[in-house]
Structures are given as structure tokens and as C-alpha cells.
């Protein structure tokens, strides 16, 4: 593609998400009317609005963040690494708080960019609309308003390969295969993060699964790019 993008201004990201409520039945009257009008368009008639709440993770509405997983490359290109560090926790105001303030600390200048895999239509909204839900003033990055499509300092990997076929979506388990790319889905899957944080309370296998797609992320730009991929050997893990 030769994009004409420095890798070391790109901040990759990935976000996992949940229903906010473990159930159903802790939703509020009110809480579960919204619901069931916010999913209306896709339950089928069969499917009560109480058996689609396990998906309610993927609205920011009735959602909350889990995990932010992030990368960032350091270094000289024959000898450059990438760095991967998580927020994450049951408390997503603390989560959201502590990626802000990496955004703000590294990433507020006009040359950085922000990156992920369908980032335009999920992370990066979600991400907003959760801060402002819990009063968290928006980072520059995240703070759209105003601004021009070709200020948006986003990048997205599935909106670039659609080269501008907007009927095209490719998810990042089929696209790591198709360019060669060891794939991140190898122990589960984003259906299973609810049931893994709710039920076996495992939230360090979550955050290692979001690591994984992080990184898948930054290898599809270098591919974009016809650069080699980061090898695990040239990948630091940061607590």
C-alpha cells in the first residue's frame, strides 16, 4: 500500500468488552424496555430480548470495557520491537482513566495516529461513549467533534483492505490467514470473553487473547506495507 505512515507514530489498540450486568434479571424495568428496543432489528422473533443479553456487550449503551490492550513500536528498523501493554480490571472508569492518560502523555500530537481492526465502527466509539458515560473529559485522539473525515487521526486495517469496496468485511481471523499471519484466535474467541469474565472469572486469559489481536493488528500494517512482521522474539510485554 505504502502508506505514509511512520510505525512508530501509530498507537495499535484492541478492546474487550461485556454486558455491564452479569444477568439479565440485575437490569432495571426501564433498563430492559431500552434493551429490548435498541436490539429489536436484530432479534429474530423467537429470541427474547432476556436470551440476547448475553451480546449486550457489543453496545456501549448496556457494555462496559474489560480490557484495553495496546502496541507501539521502539527503535531503529533493523532492531525495532514492539511494545504491548494492557489496562484492564473490573472497575472500567480505572481502565478508561489509565488509557487516557497514555494518550494524553504520548499520543495527543497531530502526527500520531490511532489503529485497529474495524476501530472506526466499534473500538474507538465505544471507547468515547463509555468516558463520557462515566465523565471522563475525551483524549484529542477520541474527541471527533468538528473535525474534518481527513483530520480523524484513525487507522483502520479492515476499512483499509476494503480499498473501497464499503460492502466488503473481512474479520481479523480471515485476513491473518489470507496474508500469512499466525493467527490470534487460537484459544478463544469474542463470544467467549463474557462467559470467561463473568463465569471462570479469568480476566488474565482475556487480556492475553486481547494482547494476541493487538499485535495481530500491527502485523497486518506491516504487511499493508510489505514490511516484515514483528517476530514474538521482538516483543516486549510491559506490566
Known amino acids: ?27 432495571s424495568d426501564t433498563s430492559k424496555e431500552l434493551f429490548e428496543q435498541k436490539t429489536a432489528y436484530q432479534r429474530k422473533d423467537e429470541t427474547s430480548p432476556e436470551d440476547f443479553y448475553e451480546r449486550a456487550g457489543i453496545w456501549a449503551e448496556f457494555g462496559k470495557v474489560i480490557c484495553i490492550s495496546v502496541g507501539y513500536f521502539v527503535g531503529k528498523k533493523d532492531q525495532k520491537k514492539l511494545r504491548v501493554k494492557s489496562f484492564y480490571g473490573d472497575d472500567e472508569k480505572v481502565v478508561l482513566t489509565e488509557f487516557k492518560e497514555l494518550l494524553d502523555a504520548h499520543f495527543s500530537y497531530a502526527n500520531k495516529l490511532l489503529c485497529a481492526h474495524n476501530g472506526k465502527e466499534f473500538d474507538f466509539p465505544f471507547l468515547a461513549r463509555r468516558m463520557i458515560v462515566h465523565h471522563i ?3 484529542k485522539k477520541l474527541n471527533l467533534f468538528g473535525k474534518k473525515p481527513w483530520e480523524v487521526a484513525h487507522l483502520d486495517t479492515m476499512d483499509l483492505w476494503k480499498f473501497g469496496d464499503y460492502k466488503h468485511y473481512s474479520s481479523l481471523k480471515l485476513l491473518t490467514h489470507t496474508l500469512g499471519i499466525p493467527s490470534p484466535k487460537d484459544d478463544i474467541d469474542g463470544s467467549d470473553v463474557a462467559r470467561i469474565y463473568y463465569q471462570e472469572k479469568d480476566i488474565d486469559r482475556i487480556v492475553k487473547y486481547c494482547e494476541k489481536d493487538t499485535i495481530a493488528v500491527a502485523q497486518l500494517l506491516q504487511r499493508f506495507n510489505n514490511e516484515d512482521i514483528v517476530k514474538e522474539n521482538e516483543i516486549e510485554y510491559i506490566d
Do not use: A, G, R
Open 1 to 27: 500500500m505504502n502508506l505514509n505512515v511512520s510505525l512508530s507514530n501509530v498507537l495499535f489498540l484492541d478492546i474487550e468488552t461485556v454486558p455491564e450486568y452479569e444477568n439479565w434479571s440485575l437490569l
Open 137 to 139: 473529559t475525551l483524549p
